[in-house]
T-cell receptor, first 114, second 113 residues
Framework: AQKITQTQPGMFVQEKEAVTLDCTYD???????LFWYKQPSSGEMIFLIYQGSYDEQNATEGRYSLNFQKARKSANLVISASQLGDSAMYFCAMRPYNNNDMRFGAGTRLTVKP | DTEVTQTPKHLVMGMTNKKSLKCEQH?????MYWYKQKAKKPPELMFV???????INESVPSRFSPECPNSSLLNLHLHALQPEDSALYLC????????????FGPGTRLTVL
């Protein structure tokens, strides 16, 4: 079974600065997908970015990038130029290919300070 | 368009009530999911429907009964719930049952009195 670890319960960042949210995972599967979701206080889980285990390039989506280090089994989320609206809970998740059982980490609460 | 809708947004029910949560997507996705999320915890998978067939049931109590009437709709029927079942219930869908991105609805906040 896979395990996702997010070691930062809470993070603070100054507006307009960059921040890195950590995620490590443990799996015996060779093929899998890694995901980051944002959950504001309203509750909706918003998909941010995806990285496949065979992708050689790090994924990027606008201000979001994923620092994927397969050998270390880490998939850190980098948010550049933080905005006040980025304040939310962020979840890292992993799902093996050919298996629709997605598991989430405990989450990191990000607070952007003006 | 990656919209998944859920109704109602909030639901308060007694332990003897019967209610249903509804989820709808019109993206042509072939897999739909129910998750339960307690406060300050990550979502936990409850049920997965793949091509309208139940494919995963994560040992959920029988007081929760899922139903997939067609590929666009997913229901969760609730009966004789307990106060500890109070949580945010999230619905999600994905194009492909395997490894594709899941898109979530806004959730239903359920309170059981």
């Amino acid at each position: 079974a896979q395990k996702i670890t997010q070691t930062q319960p809470g993070m603070f960042v100054q507006e307009k600065e960059a921040v890195t949210l950590d995620c490590t995972y443990d799996t015996s599967d060779q093929s899998y997908g890694l995901f980051w979701y944002k959950q504001p206080s309203s509750g909706e889980m918003i998909f941010l970015i995806y990285q496949g285990s065979y992708d050689e390039q790090n994924a990027t989506e606008g201000r979001y990038s994923l620092n994927f280090q397969k050998a270390r089994k880490s998939a850190n989320l980098v948010i550049s130029a933080s905005q006040l609206g980025d304040s939310a809970m962020y979840f890292c998740a992993m799902r093996p290919y050919n298996n629709n059982d997605m598991r989430f980490g405990a989450g990191t609460r990000l607070t952007v300070k003006p | 368009d990656t919209e998944v809708t859920q109704t109602p947004k909030h639901l308060v029910m007694g332990m003897t009530n019967k209610k249903s949560l509804k989820c709808e997507q019109h993206m042509g996705h072939r897999a739909m999911y129910w998750y339960k999320q307690k406060a300050k915890k990550p979502p936990e998978l409850m049920f997965v429907y793949s091509y309208e067939k139940l494919s995963i049931n994560e040992s959920v109590p029988s007081r929760f009964s899922p139903e997939c009437p067609n590929s666009s709709l997913l229901n969760l029927h609730l009966h004789a719930l307990q106060p500890e079942d109070s949580a945010l219930y999230l619905c999600a869908s994905s194009q492909d049952p395997n490894a594709d991105t899941q898109y979530f609805g806004p959730g239903t906040r359920l309170t059981v009195l």
